[in-house]
Protein backbone atom coordinates (compact mmCIF):
# COMPACT_ATOMS: atom_id res chain seq x y z
CA UNK A 1 0.00 0.00 0.00
CA UNK A 2 1.46 3.44 -0.83
CA UNK A 3 2.83 5.51 1.96
CA UNK A 4 1.26 8.72 1.37
CA UNK A 5 -2.03 7.11 1.32
CA UNK A 6 -0.96 5.21 4.81
CA UNK A 7 -0.50 8.58 6.15
CA UNK A 8 -3.60 9.68 5.49
CA UNK A 9 -5.59 6.84 7.17
CA UNK A 10 -3.49 7.15 10.39
CA UNK A 11 -4.73 11.30 10.13
CA UNK A 12 -8.05 10.21 10.14
CA UNK A 13 -7.36 7.80 13.04
CA UNK A 14 -5.89 10.83 15.06
CA UNK A 15 -8.74 12.87 14.80
CA UNK A 16 -10.91 10.32 14.88
CA UNK A 17 -12.63 10.57 11.77
CA UNK A 18 -11.68 6.84 10.49
CA UNK A 19 -14.49 5.17 8.69
CA UNK A 20 -14.97 1.19 9.56
CA UNK A 21 -13.98 0.22 5.84
CA UNK A 22 -10.88 2.06 6.68
CA UNK A 23 -9.97 1.34 9.94
CA UNK A 24 -9.90 -2.17 8.88
CA UNK A 25 -7.71 -1.46 5.87
CA UNK A 26 -5.35 -0.01 8.46
CA UNK A 27 -5.48 -2.24 11.02
CA UNK A 28 -4.40 -5.19 8.60
CA UNK A 29 -1.86 -2.99 6.71
CA UNK A 30 -0.03 -2.36 10.24
CA UNK A 31 -0.54 -6.04 11.09
CA UNK A 32 1.46 -7.23 8.04
CA UNK A 33 5.31 -6.31 9.52
CA UNK A 34 6.85 -4.82 12.54
CA UNK A 35 8.23 -2.43 9.82
CA UNK A 36 4.60 -1.49 9.69
CA UNK A 37 4.05 -0.91 13.06
CA UNK A 38 7.33 0.85 13.70
CA UNK A 39 5.75 3.43 11.12
CA UNK A 40 2.55 3.90 12.69
CA UNK A 41 4.47 4.26 15.73
CA UNK A 42 6.77 6.73 14.89
CA UNK A 43 4.22 9.07 12.75
CA UNK A 44 1.72 9.19 15.78
CA UNK A 45 4.82 10.86 17.75
CA UNK A 46 5.31 13.49 15.28
CA UNK A 47 1.92 14.55 15.36
CA UNK A 48 1.94 14.24 19.51
CA UNK A 49 5.44 16.05 19.23
CA UNK A 50 3.22 18.72 16.97
CA UNK A 51 0.38 19.30 19.28
CA UNK A 52 1.90 22.77 21.09
CA UNK A 53 2.14 24.55 17.43
CA UNK A 54 1.15 27.79 16.35
CA UNK A 55 -2.71 27.70 14.26
CA UNK A 56 -3.44 25.27 10.99
CA UNK A 57 -2.72 26.60 7.45
CA UNK A 58 -5.12 25.38 4.98
CA UNK A 59 -4.14 23.72 1.15
CA UNK A 60 -4.04 27.03 -0.82
CA UNK A 61 -2.46 29.36 1.72
CA UNK A 62 0.20 27.28 3.16
CA UNK A 63 3.16 29.29 4.83
CA UNK A 64 7.12 28.06 4.72
CA UNK A 65 7.25 29.47 8.62
CA UNK A 66 4.52 26.29 9.09
CA UNK A 67 6.72 24.24 7.02
CA UNK A 68 9.83 25.06 8.99
CA UNK A 69 7.66 24.26 12.15
CA UNK A 70 6.85 20.91 10.81
CA UNK A 71 10.11 20.18 9.86
CA UNK A 72 11.23 21.13 13.19
CA UNK A 73 8.79 18.46 14.94
CA UNK A 74 10.02 15.80 12.64
CA UNK A 75 13.91 16.21 13.65
CA UNK A 76 12.90 15.88 17.16
CA UNK A 77 11.64 12.93 16.90
CA UNK A 78 13.92 9.66 15.73
CA UNK A 79 12.52 8.21 12.91
CA UNK A 80 12.71 4.42 12.22
CA UNK A 81 14.21 3.21 9.20
CA UNK A 82 11.26 2.01 7.64
CA UNK A 83 10.41 5.98 7.18
CA UNK A 84 14.18 7.42 6.28
CA UNK A 85 13.49 7.53 2.72
CA UNK A 86 10.58 9.75 3.00
CA UNK A 87 11.32 13.38 2.87
CA UNK A 88 9.64 16.42 2.71
CA UNK A 89 11.45 19.07 0.65
CA UNK A 90 10.13 22.53 -1.01
CA UNK A 91 6.54 23.26 -0.62
CA UNK A 92 4.58 22.54 -3.96
CA UNK A 93 3.68 25.67 -5.83
CA UNK A 94 0.71 23.71 -7.85
CA UNK A 95 -2.73 24.73 -6.02
CA UNK A 96 -5.22 22.37 -4.35
CA UNK A 97 -8.37 22.63 -3.67
CA UNK A 98 -10.58 20.22 -1.45
CA UNK A 99 -13.62 19.07 -3.00
CA UNK A 100 -15.24 17.13 -0.52
CA UNK A 101 -13.24 18.58 2.17
CA UNK A 102 -12.38 16.77 5.70
CA UNK A 103 -13.63 18.12 9.10
CA UNK A 104 -9.95 19.19 9.88
CA UNK A 105 -8.76 19.69 13.44
CA UNK A 106 -7.20 22.71 14.96
CA UNK A 107 -3.75 23.42 16.03
CA UNK A 108 -0.54 23.02 14.32
CA UNK A 109 -1.07 19.43 14.64
CA UNK A 110 -3.26 19.78 12.00
CA UNK A 111 -1.07 21.84 9.49
CA UNK A 112 1.87 19.03 10.36
CA UNK A 113 -0.83 15.72 9.70
CA UNK A 114 -2.17 18.03 6.44
CA UNK A 115 1.15 18.40 5.00
CA UNK A 116 1.56 14.43 5.58
CA UNK A 117 -2.24 13.22 4.49
CA UNK A 118 -2.05 16.03 1.35
CA UNK A 119 1.60 14.01 1.01
CA UNK A 120 3.31 16.72 -1.13
CA UNK A 121 6.57 14.68 -1.50
CA UNK A 122 8.81 15.75 -3.93
CA UNK A 123 10.89 13.49 -5.85
CA UNK A 124 14.24 14.58 -7.27
CA UNK A 125 14.94 11.57 -8.91
CA UNK A 126 12.07 11.65 -11.73
CA UNK A 127 15.19 13.30 -14.59
CA UNK A 128 15.33 16.93 -14.19
CA UNK A 129 11.71 17.74 -12.86
CA UNK A 130 10.65 18.18 -9.34
CA UNK A 131 7.69 15.97 -8.23
CA UNK A 132 4.52 16.39 -5.91
CA UNK A 133 2.44 13.65 -4.87
CA UNK A 134 -1.56 13.45 -3.85
CA UNK A 135 -3.55 10.46 -2.51
CA UNK A 136 -7.45 10.92 -1.68
CA UNK A 137 -9.61 9.01 0.85
CA UNK A 138 -12.68 7.43 0.39
CA UNK A 139 -15.57 10.16 -0.13
CA UNK A 140 -13.07 12.73 -0.72
CA UNK A 141 -12.21 14.79 -4.06
CA UNK A 142 -9.47 17.57 -4.47
CA UNK A 143 -8.68 19.55 -7.57
CA UNK A 144 -5.03 20.85 -8.23
CA UNK A 145 -4.05 23.62 -10.62
CA UNK A 146 -0.62 22.20 -12.00
CA UNK A 147 2.07 24.93 -12.94
CA UNK A 148 1.64 25.09 -16.72
CA UNK A 149 -2.00 25.73 -15.76
CA UNK A 150 -3.68 22.30 -16.57
CA UNK A 151 -6.26 21.44 -14.42
CA UNK A 152 -6.47 18.12 -12.67
CA UNK A 153 -9.83 16.80 -10.63
CA UNK A 154 -8.62 13.71 -8.56
CA UNK A 155 -11.51 10.86 -7.83
CA UNK A 156 -12.11 9.01 -4.38
CA UNK A 157 -8.85 6.64 -3.48
CA UNK A 158 -6.84 7.99 -6.23
CA UNK A 159 -2.90 9.14 -6.34
CA UNK A 160 -1.58 11.06 -8.67
CA UNK A 161 2.03 12.39 -9.14
CA UNK A 162 2.52 15.37 -10.68
CA UNK A 163 5.47 17.75 -12.24
CA UNK A 164 5.85 20.99 -9.80
CA UNK A 165 8.29 23.00 -11.58
CA UNK A 166 8.12 23.89 -15.71
CA UNK A 167 9.66 20.60 -17.35
CA UNK A 168 12.17 20.91 -19.78
CA UNK A 169 10.86 18.70 -22.21
CA UNK A 170 7.19 16.80 -21.51
CA UNK A 171 4.58 17.00 -18.96
CA UNK A 172 4.44 13.99 -17.07
CA UNK A 173 1.79 12.82 -14.65
CA UNK A 174 1.57 9.43 -12.61
CA UNK A 175 -1.49 8.04 -12.23
CA UNK A 176 -3.27 5.20 -10.21
CA UNK A 177 -7.24 5.84 -10.10
CA UNK A 178 -9.52 7.82 -11.36
CA UNK A 179 -9.10 11.57 -12.89
CA UNK A 180 -10.12 14.11 -15.09
CA UNK A 181 -7.52 15.66 -16.82
CA UNK A 182 -8.30 19.46 -19.01
CA UNK A 183 -4.72 20.26 -20.49
CA UNK A 184 -3.65 23.23 -21.14
CA UNK A 185 -1.88 23.55 -24.89
CA UNK A 186 1.41 23.44 -25.31
CA UNK A 187 4.26 22.41 -27.62
CA UNK A 188 5.19 20.44 -24.87
CA UNK A 189 3.19 16.92 -25.18
CA UNK A 190 1.76 15.73 -21.30
CA UNK A 191 2.10 12.40 -20.60
CA UNK A 192 -0.02 10.24 -18.05
CA UNK A 193 2.07 7.15 -17.30
CA UNK A 194 -0.57 4.04 -15.28
CA UNK A 195 0.92 1.23 -14.12
CA UNK A 196 -0.09 -0.44 -17.73
CA UNK A 197 -0.34 2.20 -20.20
CA UNK A 198 0.81 5.75 -21.42
CA UNK A 199 -1.35 8.41 -22.57
CA UNK A 200 0.01 11.43 -24.89
CA UNK A 201 -1.94 14.94 -25.25
CA UNK A 202 -1.26 17.99 -26.48
CA UNK A 203 -4.29 19.87 -25.28
CA UNK A 204 -7.53 18.73 -24.33
CA UNK A 205 -10.44 17.22 -22.13
CA UNK A 206 -10.50 13.95 -21.23
CA UNK A 207 -11.46 11.11 -17.65
CA UNK A 208 -8.76 8.39 -16.71
CA UNK A 209 -9.80 5.21 -15.03
CA UNK A 210 -6.07 3.10 -14.43
CA UNK A 211 -5.71 0.06 -11.94
CA UNK A 212 -3.81 -2.88 -12.30
CA UNK A 213 -6.37 -4.82 -14.61
CA UNK A 214 -5.91 -1.68 -17.18
CA UNK A 215 -6.50 1.80 -18.57
CA UNK A 216 -9.37 3.62 -19.59
CA UNK A 217 -9.76 6.98 -21.27
CA UNK A 218 -12.79 8.84 -22.10
CA UNK A 219 -12.11 12.18 -24.13
CA UNK A 220 -13.74 14.96 -24.11
CA UNK A 221 -12.60 17.33 -26.30
CA UNK A 222 -9.17 16.98 -28.48
CA UNK A 223 -7.26 13.67 -29.40
CA UNK A 224 -5.36 11.60 -27.25
CA UNK A 225 -3.42 8.73 -27.78
CA UNK A 226 -3.36 5.28 -25.54
CA UNK A 227 -0.13 3.27 -25.93
CA UNK A 228 0.32 0.04 -23.46
CA UNK A 229 3.50 -0.24 -22.08
CA UNK A 230 6.06 -2.65 -23.94
CA UNK A 231 3.83 -2.07 -27.17
CA UNK A 232 4.44 -0.55 -30.07
CA UNK A 233 0.50 -0.45 -30.54
CA UNK A 234 -1.64 2.46 -29.75
CA UNK A 235 -5.23 3.92 -30.89
CA UNK A 236 -6.01 7.51 -31.37
CA UNK A 237 -9.17 9.14 -29.37
CA UNK A 238 -11.65 12.28 -30.30
CA UNK A 239 -13.95 13.36 -28.85
CA UNK A 240 -16.74 10.94 -27.28
CA UNK A 241 -14.47 7.74 -27.63
CA UNK A 242 -13.56 5.73 -25.41
CA UNK A 243 -10.57 3.51 -25.55
CA UNK A 244 -9.78 0.65 -23.45
CA UNK A 245 -6.85 -1.37 -22.84
CA UNK A 246 -7.24 -4.66 -20.60
CA UNK A 247 -4.21 -6.38 -18.87
CA UNK A 248 -5.62 -9.80 -18.96
CA UNK A 249 -6.49 -10.40 -22.35
CA UNK A 250 -3.75 -7.74 -23.56
CA UNK A 251 -6.80 -6.30 -25.94
CA UNK A 252 -6.74 -2.53 -26.81
CA UNK A 253 -9.76 -1.17 -28.49
CA UNK A 254 -12.16 2.00 -28.43
CA UNK A 255 -16.01 2.67 -28.76
CA UNK A 256 -17.80 5.66 -29.86
CA UNK A 257 -20.68 6.80 -27.24
CA UNK A 258 -23.50 9.58 -28.57
CA UNK A 259 -22.34 11.87 -25.78
CA UNK A 260 -19.61 12.18 -23.35
CA UNK A 261 -20.11 11.35 -19.63
CA UNK A 262 -17.20 10.68 -18.12
CA UNK A 263 -16.61 13.61 -15.33
CA UNK A 264 -19.94 13.09 -13.78
CA UNK A 265 -18.92 11.91 -10.80
CA UNK A 266 -17.27 15.22 -10.14
CA UNK A 267 -20.04 16.59 -9.90
CA UNK A 268 -21.34 13.81 -7.33
CA UNK A 269 -22.62 10.41 -9.13
CA UNK A 270 -21.97 8.57 -11.96
CA UNK A 271 -23.02 8.33 -15.43
CA UNK A 272 -23.04 4.95 -17.49
CA UNK A 273 -24.02 4.36 -21.29
CA UNK A 274 -24.24 0.93 -22.84
CA UNK A 275 -21.55 0.07 -20.16
CA UNK A 276 -20.96 -3.50 -19.12
CA UNK A 277 -22.54 -5.09 -16.12
CA UNK A 278 -18.86 -6.08 -15.39
CA UNK A 279 -17.14 -2.63 -15.40
CA UNK A 280 -20.54 -1.25 -13.80
CA UNK A 281 -19.88 -3.20 -10.94
CA UNK A 282 -15.67 -2.36 -10.70
CA UNK A 283 -16.97 0.84 -10.33
CA UNK A 284 -19.37 0.49 -7.59
CA UNK A 285 -16.99 -2.18 -5.66
CA UNK A 286 -14.45 1.24 -5.43
CA UNK A 287 -17.30 3.29 -4.64
CA UNK A 288 -18.61 1.69 -2.10
CA UNK A 289 -15.92 -0.49 -0.60
CA UNK A 290 -17.15 -3.55 -1.08
CA UNK A 291 -16.90 -6.53 -3.06
CA UNK A 292 -18.88 -7.64 -5.36
CA UNK A 293 -18.89 -11.16 -7.22
CA UNK A 294 -20.81 -11.96 -10.37
CA UNK A 295 -21.86 -15.88 -10.60
CA UNK A 296 -23.19 -15.92 -14.03
CA UNK A 297 -20.54 -14.88 -16.51
CA UNK A 298 -22.66 -14.61 -19.51
CA UNK A 299 -24.70 -11.31 -17.00
CA UNK A 300 -21.61 -9.81 -17.18
CA UNK A 301 -21.81 -8.95 -20.63
CA UNK A 302 -25.11 -7.01 -20.47
CA UNK A 303 -24.93 -3.16 -20.82
CA UNK A 304 -26.32 -1.10 -18.36
CA UNK A 305 -27.31 2.68 -18.99
CA UNK A 306 -28.26 4.84 -16.50
CA UNK A 307 -27.48 7.74 -13.48
CA UNK A 308 -26.01 6.40 -10.14
CA UNK A 309 -26.11 9.28 -7.47
CA UNK A 310 -23.63 10.42 -5.28
CA UNK A 311 -26.20 9.82 -2.22
CA UNK A 312 -27.54 6.37 -3.24
CA UNK A 313 -27.29 3.42 -1.13
CA UNK A 314 -25.64 0.55 -2.99
CA UNK A 315 -28.97 -1.53 -1.99
CA UNK A 316 -31.42 1.09 -3.57
CA UNK A 317 -28.92 0.72 -6.97
CA UNK A 318 -28.95 -3.19 -7.09
CA UNK A 319 -32.69 -3.57 -6.49
CA UNK A 320 -33.28 -1.35 -9.62
CA UNK A 321 -30.72 -3.34 -11.64
CA UNK A 322 -32.15 -6.59 -9.88
CA UNK A 323 -35.74 -5.56 -11.59
CA UNK A 324 -34.12 -4.91 -15.31
CA UNK A 325 -31.89 -7.94 -15.55
CA UNK A 326 -33.89 -10.51 -12.67
CA UNK A 327 -30.71 -11.46 -10.73
CA UNK A 328 -30.77 -12.21 -7.03
CA UNK A 329 -28.70 -10.69 -4.39
CA UNK A 330 -27.10 -11.82 -1.10
CA UNK A 331 -24.76 -10.40 1.45
CA UNK A 332 -22.47 -12.63 2.88
CA UNK A 333 -19.43 -12.25 4.84
CA UNK A 334 -19.16 -8.43 3.49
CA UNK A 335 -19.11 -9.60 -0.01
CA UNK A 336 -21.85 -9.31 -2.54
CA UNK A 337 -23.04 -12.49 -4.07
CA UNK A 338 -25.11 -11.71 -7.55
CA UNK A 339 -26.38 -15.13 -9.14
CA UNK A 340 -28.84 -15.58 -11.58
CA UNK A 341 -30.36 -12.98 -14.20
CA UNK A 342 -30.16 -12.31 -17.67
CA UNK A 343 -29.41 -9.90 -20.56
CA UNK A 344 -33.30 -10.03 -21.68
Given at each position: ????????????????Q??????????????????????????????????N???????????????????????Q???T??????T??????????????L??????A?S????????????K?????????L???????Q???????????V?E??T????????????K??????????V??S???????T??????????????????DG???M??????????????????L???M???????T????R??A??????????????????????VF?V?????N????????????????????Q???????????????????????G??????????
Open positions: MKEYFILQLLHKQFTGLEEVDKSLLSDWVSQSPENKAFSDSILKIWQASAFAPPVSFENRTESALDRFRSAIREAIPATQESILEQPTAKIRTLTPKWISGIAAIILLSAVFLLDNSGDNSYASATLSEQKEIQLIDRSTVWNKSVKYFDEVPSKERVFLDGVAFFDEKDKPFVIEDNAVITVLGTKFNVNADKTTVVKEGKVQLQPKLSNKHIIMENTGIYEVDKKLYKQSSYKGDSWIRGGYSFEDDSLEDSLENHYVDIIIQNDDLKKCVFTSPVYDSTLESVLDVMQLIYGFNYALKDIYHIEGGSCS
